[in-house]
């Protein structure tokens, strides 16, 4: 499998190629990076934690107040060009802000909707005017800043949506009518990116546009505070619009283009989420090893027991596995925007067509980051037993405040249906050659097996050829399922769900070893490569029992017989003593008494 610098590798190409141990890694950061990450850490740890009873209350005005003092310190506005009030960035800047934030639990999701889906409409798609208007004050906190998408029958389908634009007869304005629900920030925001199909539009997404909605407009009107499951603070209502006239000039990029501004800005909130989800994941794993060194039960702490050890070195292995990708995903996006702006890409294109061309990488990251963090926070309320189902300790929040991000930004079950999806798309146009490594590894499948032993010695070099093989099944299977069901291959969704779930853990396995090997290299006693082992022999029975599940859906006879013969050759276990290993990062844990990775 050729190997080639992580800058060049394009979207989705890591499933046929490999990356060398240079990939970008927290590690990587710089001193201001540093800094402004722990800026915001002492944020929300001084400004928010003391007062999440209070935010989850609704306290009148108070989450006004926060977001008015995180623009004072830079956080709203840190993407923001400083020619519109802001710091001017990088985007991996921006995504450790987005990390050290994610601690913040309901504020965490009010200002990542406003810096976020808030701004970068207007960022990315607003004419001079309406930038100059709208971007000094969402840099600041002065304008909040919401979106309004989804409607009561159109939730994972946008594009279905009812609301709708009528022309005026001199041209001058829209009429708005319809309806929107679970818009975050709607309490107090100022204004809103909302999408409505135009009257008349003869596109084939029937005028679906965006327009610029300011909360004072005749005609828009609010419902009732949604009583929710978790983010209890987070302002949510339903908006209505009565013959709601909005100027012409509050048409945000061009008619029958809404769903290019709706689905840029989801591969940018998809990355976004990752980072909040690897933030408040690590918050939870320090309450987590806290509560277990003091906890005694049998007159030991319950950390010395194995099982609770067990749930805190899986805690942190899927963390450092999340993370690695977050970061190898984001300098990738971070230096294809850099190149696309040094050949002279408009500011407003660059960071958008690096976010689609890594959408796939952003779809990984959304629904492991979103699972893990399910896992984590679930695991911390084991922990503390009792104690976790109590108002009293902080985790029962966290377990609550977790469960919507398998939701946001698109369901995990869209996002998994989206990577395949979008893989095939690019094989079809020529963008990636899949079908060309899918036939590769068949004719291997077909040849004669190696008759070279497999070692007993596991190293981060043998996970790595572990890794290629189930490149390799993933293309057979995915090549094989093709060939059964051609353009039906999309109503068959649980074996894209089982391919899905196979690239997720090759992306996230590769990228814990990669950043293992580069860290090694600097620190001998690094326990890094641990933390690698553990996530890619679990990952290994993963990818076993997909590849049979996706097989068997489909594949009879003969046929049967020969891909299963694919999982035994490609698929093989790792004989790694995980408990061990477990049982060293857990006393690492232990020791520094925090997540310490």
């Not at 944020?43 to 003092?69: A, T």
């Not at 995180?70 to 800047?93: H, N, Q, V, W």
């Not at 999340?322 to 970061?327: D, I, M, T, V």
Request: aromatic letters at 8%; proline letters at 3%.
């Amino acid at each position: 499998m050729e190997t080639i610098a992580p800058t060049t590798l394009q979207g989705g190409e890591f499933l046929i190629r490999s990356s060398d141990p240079t990939i970008f890694t927290p590690e990587d950061f710089d001193d201001e990076q540093r800094m402004i990450y722990d800026m915001a850490h002492q944020f929300i740890e001084k400004e928010i934690w003391p007062l999440l009873d209070r935010i989850d209350q609704q306290e009148p005005g108070l989450m006004q107040s926060l977001l008015d003092k995180a623009g004072e310190l830079g956080l709203l506005g840190a993407a923001l060009p400083e020619a519109y009030g802001g710091m001017g960035k990088d985007f991996i800047t921006a995504t450790l802000i987005n990390e050290a934030v994610g601690a913040g639990h309901s504020f965490a999701v009010a200002m990542a909707a406003h810096t976020g889906i808030g701004t970068l409409p207007i960022l990315y798609f607003g004419t001079p005017e309406q930038k100059q208007k709208y971007l000094p004050g969402l840099a600041t906190g002065a304008i909040k800043g919401a979106y309004a998408l989804t409607e009561p029958g159109a939730g994972s389908d946008a594009l279905s949506g009812k609301t709708n634009a009528r022309r005026s007869a001199d041209g001058t304005q829209f009429i708005l009518n319809g309806q929107k629900i679970w818009i975050t920030n709607s309490g107090f925001a100022d204004i809103f990116t909302v999408f409505a199909k135009v009257e008349g539009a003869t596109d084939k997404h029937q005028g679906f546009s965006a327009f610029i909605v300011e909360r004072q407009t005749p005609g828009l009107s609010f419902g009732e505070e949604e009583h929710k499951m978790g983010i209890k603070g987070s302002s949510t209502r339903q908006l209505f619009f009565q013959d709601c006239a909005i100027p012409a000039t509050q048409l945000l990029g061009e008619i029958g283009k809404g769903h290019v501004i709706a689905f840029n800005i989801l591969n940018i909130g998809r990355q976004k989420l990752c980072a909040a989800a690897v933030g408040a994941a690590k918050k939870a794993i320090e309450l987590s090893v806290q509560y277990a060194n003091n906890r005694e039960q049998f007159r030991r702490p319950i950390a010395s027991f194995g099982a609770i050890q067990y749930k805190l070195a899986e805690q942190a292995v899927r963390l450092f596995a999340c993370e690695s990708a977050l970061y190898r995903t984001t300098q990738l996006i971070d230096a294809r925007e850099k190149e696309s702006l040094a050949h002279g890409t408009a500011y407003e294109k660059a960071l958008l067509q690096a976010a689609e061309e890594y959408a796939v990488e952003c779809a990984i990251l959304k629904v492991t980051g979103s699972e893990m963090l399910d896992y984590v926070v679930d695991e911390a309320v084991q922990i503390h037993g009792g104690n976790g189902f109590s108002e009293e300790y902080p985790v029962s929040r966290a377990y609550r405040d977790s469960r919507i991000n398998r939701i946001f930004e698109g369901t995990n079950e869209i996002n998994r249906l989206l990577i395949l999806d979008m893989l095939m798309k690019r094989a079809m146009q020529g963008r990636l050659p899949l079908l060309q490594a899918a036939k590769a590894a068949q004719d291997e499948l077909l040849s004669a097996p190696s008759l070279n032993p497999t070692s007993d010695q596991i190293d981060l070099n043998t996970l790595q050829e572990h890794i290629a093989r189930w490149k390799k099944l993933t293309l057979l299977i995915a090549g094989a399922a093709v060939q059964k069901f051609m353009q039906q291959l999309e109503d068959e969704q649980e074996i894209l769900m089982c391919l899905s779930d196979m690239i997720m853990d090759i992306y996230l396995a590769e990228s814990s070893v990669l950043r293992a090997e580069k860290i090694a290299r600097q620190q001998a006693d690094s326990l890094y490569p641990l933390l690698a082992q553990v996530f890619v022999a679990d990952a290994a029975y993963r990818i076993q029992q997909q590849a049979h599940e996706a097989l068997t859906a489909f594949a009879e006879g003969d046929e049967l017989r020969i891909l299963q013969s694919a999982i035994r050759r490609f698929a093989r276990p790792i004989p790694i003593n995980t408990k061990q290993a477990r049982r060293r990062i857990a006393a690492t844990l232990r020791e520094a008494n925090n997540y310490c990775f």
